[in-house]
């Protein structure tokens, strides 16, 4: 099939909207069939499609080329004069303005498909097009959530980039990830699901679980859900290891082993005072593990509800920083001894802050771009001749 560059990107897209007929189908197939090239080019523009699927926030019309709009979804009028719609059928209907955005993107990339370093944005997250690779990465400030070409969802946390190839889930289905993800992976045991963080290689099967791997922080943490991950590295003696989890398990990585003996006291501590299991440490690893956790702790991030238990202060201010995209500085070492328990659920970070002095000894100063945290001395008496329980 001899066929200029526009029409294949118009047949694709009408392809994965679901708009093509029997025969066009059958065009397609032998038109993929012709070349590898042919493969590759198809597989990269489902990718993009694909990856722009979660969309959720209506980006301004004036943003999209008319010419795209003309080649929009016929129903495009009906949709604007159904003002006596309900809520309900509105939600359950798929957005106009979401398909055209989708086109946009996926027409924008094709354009420019042989070259490198394309790049895009959606939902504030960037899509970057780049060497036979396929970039997803979120910005400080913002969450995301995507569906891989094996239908595996993927949840970002803020400030966090995924990486794969456009050929995933042909051969082998590999990403890698800095920052944080929750996986729901699907099933597939010819072609295990593999996570690469660090110097670590989480392997999954039909599994769900959590990773936390910030450069920046010391440790990688998987959490796992349901299903089963294997955890492969090397060890102090650079030998191979390979740990096992079931659900309900927790395994932190640090950088070496002081650290981890700092956190494993600190865990010990905080399961003493709430009796849970006893954290072991790993032989020859740099690494704690914990069985019987709440597993919500680590992975509610993602949903409506952000359920924290016990945190530590600092550690906690270093996720407010990513999730607010606000530079948060501690003012007094005093606050560090601090804990935090509670539930959040779309606050501001202004609202957060009052939250936090509900519970915890706590003033603050708010500047441009930065708010400086420390112990509120006369607030800790109060609390204290008021019986309140601090948590420390």
Same mark, same amino acid.
Request: charged fraction near 30%; avoid cysteine.
């Given at each position: 099939m001899?066929?200029d560059?526009?029409?294949i =990107?118009d047949?694709?897209?009408?392809?994965?909207?679901? /708009?093509?007929s029997? &025969?066009?189908?059958?065009?397609?197939?032998?038109?993929?069939k012709e070349s590898?090239?042919?493969?590759?080019?198809?597989?990269?523009?489902?990718?993009?499609?694909?990856?722009?699927?979660q969309?959720?926030?209506?980006?301004?019309?004036?943003?999209i080329?008319?010419?795209?709009?003309?080649?929009g979804?016929?129903?495009?009028?009906?949709?604007?004069? =159904?003002e006596d719609?309900s809520?309900?059928?509105?939600?359950?209907? *798929?957005?106009v303005?979401?398909?055209?955005?989708?086109?946009?993107?996926?027409?924008?990339? +094709?354009?420019?498909?042989? +070259?490198?370093?394309n790049q895009?944005?959606?939902?504030?997250?960037q899509i970057?097009?780049?060497?036979?690779?396929m970039n997803?990465e979120t910005t400080l400030?913002s969450? /995301?959530v995507?569906?891989?070409? =094996? $239908?595996?969802?993927?949840?970002?946390?803020?400030?966090?980039?995924?990486d794969?190839n456009l050929d995933?889930?042909?051969k082998t289905?590999?990403?890698k990830?800095?920052?944080?993800?929750?996986?729901d992976?699907?099933?597939?045991s010819?072609? *295990?699901f593999v996570?690469k +963080?660090?110097?670590?290689a989480i392997?999954?099967? $039909?599994? /769900?679980? #959590?990773?936390?791997?910030? *450069?920046? &922080?010391n440790?990688?943490?998987?959490?796992?859900v349901? $299903?089963?991950v294997?955890?492969?590295?090397?060890d102090?003696?650079?030998?191979?290891?390979?740990?096992?989890?079931? *659900? #309900?398990?927790?395994? /932190?990585?640090y950088?070496d082993?002081?650290?981890?003996?700092?956190?494993?006291?600190k865990?010990?501590d905080l399961?003493n005072q709430a009796?849970?299991?006893?954290?072991?440490?790993?032989?020859?690893?740099?690494a704690?593990?914990?069985?019987?956790?709440?597993?919500?702790?680590?992975t509610?991030?993602k949903?409506?509800?952000?359920?924290? &238990?016990?945190? =530590?202060?600092?550690?906690?201010?270093?996720d407010?920083?990513?999730?607010?995209?606000?530079k948060?500085q501690?003012g007094?070492?005093?606050?560090?001894?601090?804990h935090f328990?509670?539930?959040?659920?779309?606050e501001?970070?202004?609202?957060?802050?009052?939250?936090l002095r509900?519970?915890i000894p706590?003033?603050?100063k708010?500047e441009?771009?930065?708010?400086t945290?420390s112990?509120d001395?006369?607030l &800790?008496?109060?609390?204290?001749s008021?019986?309140i329980?601090?948590e420390n």
């Amino acid at each position: 099939m001899k066929s200029d560059l526009f029409e294949i =990107d118009d047949l694709i897209i009408r392809y994965l909207s679901g /708009a093509t007929s029997p &025969e066009e189908n059958s065009i397609l197939s032998s038109w993929i069939k012709e070349s590898a090239d042919n493969q590759s080019y198809f597989n990269s523009i489902r990718n993009i499609w694909l990856a722009t699927s979660q969309t959720n926030h209506v980006v301004s019309i004036n943003t999209i080329n008319p010419d795209i709009i003309k080649r929009g979804d016929a129903d495009a009028e009906d949709a604007f004069d =159904d003002e006596d719609d309900s809520e309900e059928e509105l939600a359950n209907r *798929p957005s106009v303005f979401i398909r055209i955005i989708r086109v946009a993107a996926v027409v924008l990339i +094709a354009l420019t498909i042989g +070259a490198l370093g394309n790049q895009y944005w959606i939902n504030n997250h960037q899509i970057a097009f780049t060497d036979r690779k396929m970039n997803i990465e979120t910005t400080l400030g913002s969450r /995301a959530v995507t569906t891989l070409p =094996d $239908g595996s969802r993927v949840w970002l946390n803020a400030g966090s980039r995924l990486d794969y190839n456009l050929d995933f889930g042909q051969k082998t289905r590999i990403v890698k990830l800095i920052g944080e993800a929750f996986f729901d992976v699907k099933t597939d045991s010819s072609k *295990p699901f593999v996570v690469k +963080a660090g110097k670590l290689a989480i392997k999954a099967y $039909g599994t /769900a679980f #959590n990773v936390k791997a910030y *450069p920046e &922080e010391n440790s990688i943490t998987t959490t796992l859900v349901r $299903g089963k991950v294997v955890i492969a590295g090397k060890d102090n003696s650079d030998k191979d290891f390979a740990i096992n989890l079931k *659900p #309900n398990d927790k395994v /932190a990585f640090y950088n070496d082993n002081s650290q981890r003996i700092n956190a494993l006291n600190k865990v010990h501590d905080l399961n003493n005072q709430a009796q849970q299991s006893v954290p072991v440490l790993l032989k020859d690893i740099n690494a704690v593990k914990e069985a019987e956790i709440k597993t919500e702790l680590y992975t509610s991030w993602k949903d409506e509800r952000w359920v924290i &238990e016990k945190r =530590d202060i600092e550690s906690l201010l270093s996720d407010f920083e990513r999730r607010y995209n606000i530079k948060i500085q501690i003012g007094s070492d005093e606050i560090k001894k601090y804990h935090f328990t509670g539930t959040l659920q779309n606050e501001t970070i202004e609202q957060v802050l009052v939250i936090l002095r509900h519970t915890i000894p706590l003033k603050y100063k708010v500047e441009k771009g930065l708010i400086t945290i420390s112990e509120d001395e006369r607030l &800790e008496k109060e609390f204290k001749s008021a019986n309140i329980n601090i948590e420390n």
